[in-house]
């Protein structure tokens, strides 16, 4: 049976509650031990899926097909354990689940109450699976006192109760803020925080408090005295110059120690920290750097591109060179020259995205790179620009364009050389979907098989012929134009196994181009750089020495 480490964040918002967890995780599988890592979501929608990128930030998407928060990437990153369905759960999912129940008649008649119905449902989810690895991390969102997480709080007191003692405990991320005037750093939120997770029924047993300054030992000791912690299981939090350094820099300040030491764990494995070592060693010891442009269109937050921005770090440490990635606005296109903005750049990534603005500038960029032979990755949207930048400009198909832009504006002004994708294979049935369906996890999601083409640049890339990879869209490239465009040089180099769904497309002679469908950079990790992204920073290497 699993440990239970509950992960809760007081005083701020953005504290870094899933790095913290994601960086425990490493520690513990460091020493040994076999972990798996959750998020309890506190709003109220289902999952993010449908939420704004300027909002929330990037939807990371599971292998079982699941739309999740971007802690999940984090988890995955740090870990290497490829999280599932059943380790992101939200207040709209528990509630839903509850009120099925209820249509059905599982309550036999009772009226429906948030506790014992609601804590109960979460507590069934914070079960799953808990015989299969040494420690389970839970992370709770929001912060303590938001009415959104009380019915969190209150299911995971009546499950820590309710287990045998000593099989759960408590972790508390809070801020230490610095005034400048007085030169201090204050201690009274933390304590405030502390107070009112206290006052829930909750004592934290590890409280990181996250501070830009050294904490002092007699500050360090008041927190200790007043938040009834043991003063060596207060540790500290401090900014980083990269979170691939949280590992090393939490294990510094004892963090693993501390939590093996609430559990009673005596004597603890020693930790083996080489892979993390040289995890920081390929970040900092560098041999050159190369500037790449990410040309999207939620560039207002970066972290609607998080998990690409983190697959491009991995590059750059697959080659030892520092990736200086710029944001560039591809609605900026419409008002500025494309060769202007994007010369410099050693290579050329589009993201994903929905809808039609800022399309045309994502086009422009596909264009650019094609014609100026730079290192150009498509990603989901990314190469279905690519795709009609080649059938207008190359094939002579002028109005190619995608039946996403028709449908938005609700008149044909396209030849749609993409698609609504209506039908697919999903393991052993098929699955149908409907332009007017509803928009939440009806896409085509999840992980994946594709067949690549014999000698193609992407199977030396992969180096194999046979991939899976994990996909969240719903309109595809339409094989009508297959002979046209392969015709001009632009090989369909990756295909569904049925043969029917396009996966990658490559131009024969350039440099380095290539699109695809899903969404490599979910699978990239620090100690393991996903195989397209590392090959499409050795380009820009290359590129940048021809400059």
């Excluded at 292998?63 to 354990?81: I, K, N, P, S």
């Excluded at 050795?538 to 940048?544: E, K, W």
Aim: net charge negative; hydrophobic share 35%; glycine share 10%.
């Amino acid at each position: 049976m699993a440990r239970y480490v509950f992960i809760t964040g007081g005083v701020v918002s953005s504290l870094g509650k899933g790095l913290a967890s994601a960086a425990l995780g490493a520690l513990l599988q460091a020493r040994g031990f076999s972990v798996r890592l959750r998020k309890l979501d506190p709003y109220l929608n289902v999952d993010p899926g449908t939420m704004s990128p300027f909002e929330h930030g990037e939807v990371f998407v599971t292998d079982d097909g699941a739309e999740t928060d971007l802690d999940l990437g984090h988890y995955e990153r740090f870990t290497g354990v490829a999280c599932r369905k059943t380790d992101s759960v939200s207040s709209g999912r528990i509630y839903s689940n509850v009120l099925e129940k209820e249509r059905r008649g599982d309550y036999l008649g009772k009226t429906i109450q948030v506790i014992p119905h609601v804590t109960n449902e979460i507590k069934d989810f914070l079960r799953v699976g808990d015989e299969e690895v040494d420690f389970m991390l839970c992370e709770i969102g929001g912060t303590v006192g938001d009415i959104e997480g009380l019915p969190f709080f209150e299911a995971i007191r009546q499950f820590a109760h309710e287990k045998p003692r000593g099989e759960c405990i408590f972790m508390h991320l809070t801020l230490l803020p610095y005034l400048a005037a007085s030169g201090e750093l204050k201690t009274k939120p933390t304590q405030h925080s502390v107070k009112e997770l206290q006052s829930i029924g909750l004592a934290p047993d590890v409280l990181v408090c996250r501070s830009e300054h050294p904490i002092p030992e007699r500050e360090r000791e008041k927190i200790a005295l007043f938040c009834n912690v043991r003063k060596e299981h207060v540790v500290a939090a401090y900014d980083l110059k990269s979170i691939y350094e949280a590992p090393l820099a939490y294990h510094r300040e004892g963090l693993d120690q501390a939590v093996l030491d609430a559990f009673g764990i005596s004597p603890a494995p020693k930790p083996n920290l080489d892979k993390w070592l040289d995890v920081q060693d390929r970040i900092y010891n560098t041999d050159g750097e190369v500037n790449v442009a990410i040309v999207g269109k939620y560039i207002q937050l970066e972290d609607a591109y998080k998990s690409i921005k983190e697959a491009l770090t991995h590059g750059g440490m697959a080659n030892r060179v520092k990736v200086n990635v710029q944001w560039v606005d591809a609605e900026d296109f419409d008002r500025e020259d494309v060769g202007e903005r994007l010369s410099g750049y050693h290579a050329i990534l589009v993201p994903g995205g929905f809808g039609e603005r800022g399309t045309e500038g994502k086009i422009k960029a596909a264009q650019f790179a094609r014609e100026r032979n730079v290192p150009y990755l498509g990603i989901c949207l990314g190469m279905q620009m690519a795709v009609i930048e080649a059938a207008r400009n190359v094939a002579g198909v002028a109005k190619a364009g995608s039946e996403e832009f028709d449908h938005e504006k609700g008149e044909k002004r396209f030849e749609p050389v993409v698609y609504h994708l209506k039908e697919w294979v999903q393991g052993n049935h098929k699955v149908s979907r409907k332009a007017d369906d509803d928009k939440g996890g009806t896409m085509r999601l999840g992980a994946y098989t594709a067949n690549l083409k014999e000698g193609s640049k992407v199977a030396e890339v992969y180096g194999a012929t046979t991939i899976e990879e994990r996909h969240r869209h719903r309109y595809e490239v339409d094989l009508k134009y297959k002979d046209k465009l392969e015709s001009c040089g632009l090989v369909f180099s990756g295909m569904s196994p049925d043969g029917r769904l396009p996966e990658i497309v490559e131009w024969k002679d350039h440099p380095w181009f290539i699109g695809v469908q899903y969404h490599p950079e979910l699978k990239s990790k620090p100690f393991a750089p996903h195989p397209l992204f590392a090959d499409f920073i050795r380009a820009a290497v290359d590129t940048s020495r021809l400059v």
